[in-house]
């Protein structure tokens, strides 16, 4: 249950219940594996909810624009589009009828080629000089021959008139669309300023919604995440970074790389500037820490962290390397902090900070515990006075 205090003017306010402090046991941290797992779960259920909504936003708010609705001279524009799609159908059946020309030139060349053939090897066979009765059929096959040929040029000539009306009708499509082109360049810087407002106006529309989660999120994470509610105030941070980070991007406007390029460059200095921040905290901390008495800092150093600490064969206090090996290790060589010390009852060496001697249960020297009261090893004996 949440503290309850009472402010200047007389009305209660609430205070988070800060997370209980334990002893690092084996079900605490399956509890713990299990709380993230729930976070983790929060966080996604949200962020699937978070980008139907940035999705489903409205994306403009006016009809959807053209190119040529920027254009100076409408009615001309209109105009050169008709007569562009006229010239490119007159082109297209031009080119239909050319196909068709070529196609039925292809054929009377194939036609006379074979009538020639068959001539010169009907004239193989028979001497025209000995056989006189047979000049009659060679000259009618002659006139055949000159026939199907002037066939064959009608239709070449037919097929060029054809190319010269697809080319004259190329170069009108060519010039239509010149003149089209020159107007729509006219009106391209019209269309991207409309487009570049566009843009921003839907890219507002969503950063009106998640830089809010945002700014909450970062309120919920600096005064929330060290409660009892810790597991919601991660899986609501992950699902404001994401959609902020994730989901905006595909909508963040991009006039040249100028926006996305400062956006990053902004992150990075505000992230660099917190961790700055965040290192000379760190420092100044431990400088303060390092400052004050070996008892002093036992007292305010969190139980289960300076047995992690130690662990990794780090100093609990200065957190720098040392070797807990050494059975001569009494402090240490950099902040002076005790670390073992000999039990006053059976004289068995244990770390300082052990609540209990591992050997014969005896309660620690320690002055003061943060006023925790310890029960004894055995349960029958009545705690041990110091």
């Known amino acids: ?15 988070p219940t800060p997370k209980a402090k334990t002893a690092g046991r084996q079900p605490e941290k399956w509890f713990n594996v299990f709380l993230w797992i729930v976070a983790i779960i929060f966080a996604g259920f949200l962020i699937g909810l978070g980008s139907k909504i940035v999705a ?53 060349q194939s036609e006379n080629t074979n009538a020639r053939e068959t001539f010169d090897n009907w004239l193989a066979t028979r001497s025209v000089t000995e056989q006189s009765d047979q000049n009659p059929e060679v000259i009618k096959r002659t006139s055949e021959l ?22 004259d009708r190329r170069q009108t499509v060519e010039n239509i669309e010149t003149q089209i082109m020159l107007m729509e360049a006219d009106a391209m810087g019209g269309y991207n300023r409309h487009n570049n407002r566009t843009e ?21 994470f600096k005064r929330y995440r060290h409660t009892n509610a810790w597991p ?34 902004i992150v990075t200095v505000v992230i660099g500037k917190y961790a700055i921040g965040a290192m000379n905290a760190y420092l100044e901390r431990k400088r303060v820490e390092e400052a004050l008495s070996s008892n002093e800092r036992q007292q305010h150093m969190d139980y289960d ?23 001569d290790l009494d402090f240490c060589p950099h902040c002076g902090i005790h670390l073992f010390e000999y039990c006053s009852n059976c004289t068995t060496r244990k770390s300082t900070f052990n609540h209990y001697c591992f050997k014969c249960g005896l309660a620690s020297r320690t002055e003061h515990l943060d006023e925790q009261v310890f029960t004894p090893a055995n ?6 006075q110091i």
Not at 306 to 327: M, Q, V
Not at 379 to 384: F, Q, S, Y
């Open 305 to 327: 962290e300076a047995h992690i600490k130690i662990g990794k064969g780090i100093c609990p206090s200065c957190e720098r390397s040392l070797d807990f090996n050494n059975t």
């Open 1 to 15: 249950m949440s503290e309850q205090s009472v402010n200047k003017k007389g009305r209660a306010k609430f205070k």
């Open 56 to 108: 489903d936003l409205p994306m403009i708010s006016t009809d959807p624009v053209e190119l040529s609705d920027f254009v100076a001279d409408r009615p001309a524009y209109n105009q050169l589009k008709d007569e562009l799609t006229q010239a490119e159908q007159q082109e297209q059946d031009i080119t239909h009828e050319w196909e068709q020309k070529s196609h039925e030139l292809t054929q009377k």
């Open 379 to 384: 349960p029958n004996t009545p705690p041990t």
């Open 232 to 265: 919601f105030v991660w899986g609501f941070t992950f699902f404001a970074l994401f959609v902020f980070f994730v989901e905006l991007v595909p909508y963040l406007p991009n006039y040249g790389g100028y926006v996305r390029y400062g956006v990053g460059i």
């Open 146 to 167: 000159d026939e199907l040929k002037a066939q064959e040029q009608a239709l070449q000539s037919e097929l060029s008139a054809i190319e010269k009306r697809q080319l």
């Open 200 to 220: 921003l106006q839907v890219f507002i529309y969503r950063l009106m919604i998640t830089l809010p989660l945002l700014l909450l999120a970062g309120y919920l």
